[in-house]
């Protein structure tokens, strides 16, 4: 497949779907090959304003049509594991939008028909793909600033309580946690790996959701990490990490494009990384070199990387008693 543009597809034509067609558009390796939605009209205005080859009114369409390399699916969380086999089972590539799954049953199935179908599957963790947090890797990874003491994220939105939004509907998976805690626990596992011990308290509102959710990881006798999540209440959205010799912040918001400041005793500087798009065009490019490669999967989000976040997920909602 090399050099060839990668044909993609997209499944759901909801809210997040359009800024990835949006930044889509601006990836040279990439075409908007097809679109579905169930709803004909949606399809049809997505698939015009971002340019799309053709657009079904079906799922199955889609991954029947020989043309697509790889589906992006931006349905809500508890329809990524049905929309991921449906793809997998045409031996479509996938870039599953997160949470993988709702629970660790869910993801190894996928992972399963992923490596028996030898196709592609990638968690859409596209933090991972940013510029300011491949910066913050690389001086970590480093050692320059010694080893991470604490870490302490939290992303906090305040929505207005409303039964028909997703993140508070318990069919759709909703609750603070699966949505945007996943971003401070991705974060404190991508930095320091499995926790040894994990603690949480959570308030459950009406619709028996996580409305926010506190956690707290220990990854040895000396470091922890301290996660908040909020969808009733609006929080910095920056991320502070402790090291020996300097503390890290990536500021508000920290799981899209954003600067890092680094304080180094009495002196600091903060570092820009300017980005034109929303900034899924990185995890695109991403993807297209994996399937221009060959690769089954990506190396910087690795499918034992999307098994480790959902398996602390999992634990997490068994601490605060949070049943899907
Ligand atoms: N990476 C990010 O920055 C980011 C940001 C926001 C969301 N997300 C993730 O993207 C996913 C979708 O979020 P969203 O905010 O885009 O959702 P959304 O706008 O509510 O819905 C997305 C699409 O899913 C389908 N859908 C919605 N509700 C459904 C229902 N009740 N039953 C069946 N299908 C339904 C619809 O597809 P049709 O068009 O086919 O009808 C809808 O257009 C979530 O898993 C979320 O975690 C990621």
Redesign the pocket.
């Known amino acids: 497949m090399k050099s060839k543009k990668i044909r993609w597809g997209i ?7 359009h ?1 990835f067609a949006s930044d889509l558009r601006t990836v040279d390796s990439a075409v908007l090959q097809a679109v ?4 004909e009209n ?2 049809n205005t997505f698939s015009e304003t971002y340019n799309a080859t053709t657009c079904y009114d079906n ?1 199955q369409a889609l991954v029947s049509n020989p043309e697509i390399d790889v589906i992006y699916i ?4 508890t ?2 594991f049905e929309h991921t086999l449906l793809c997998l089972k045409h031996k479509k590539a996938v870039l599953c ?3 993988m799954g709702i629970s660790i049953a869910q993801v190894q199935q996928m992972i399963h028909l992923a490596e028996q179908n030898e196709v592609f599957l990638m968690e ?1 963790l ?1 933090t991972a793909f940013l510029p300011h947090y491949q910066f913050v890797k690389e001086l970590i990874v480093s050692k320059k600033y010694g080893e991470i003491l604490e870490i302490k994220a939290d992303f906090g939105i305040n929505v207005a309580f409303d039964t028909e939004n ?1 993140l508070y509907n318990k ?2 998976g909703g609750g603070s946690l ?2 945007i805690g996943i971003y401070p626990i991705f974060l404190a596992l991508d930095l320091l790996g499995v926790p040894k011990e994990i603690s949480a308290k959570a308030t459950i509102g009406k619709t028996v959701i996580d409305e926010d959710c506190e956690v707290e990881l220990k990854h040895n006798n000396k470091v922890a990490s301290k996660l908040f999540s909020s969808i009733k209440k609006k929080t910095t959205t920056e991320a502070i990490i402790k090291l020996e010799r300097a503390e890290i912040v990536i500021n508000g918001r920290f799981h ?1 494009p954003s600067s890092v400041t680094v304080t180094e005793g009495n002196k600091y500087e903060t570092f820009n990384f300017p980005v034109e798009t929303f900034g ?1 065009n990185f995890e695109i490019e991403h993807v297209n070199k994996m399937l221009q490669q060959g690769n089954k999967e990506s190396d910087i989000m690795p499918l034992s990387k999307s098994l480790e976040l959902i398996a602390t997920l999992d634990t997490i909602r068994k601490r605060i008693n949070l049943e899907y």
């Open positions: 499944l759901g034509c909801g809210r997040i779907a800024k579905a939605s169930k709803d949606r399809a799922y931006a349905t809500p969380h329809f990524h939008e997160k949470p859409a596209w997703r069919e759709l699966l949505d899209e899924y």
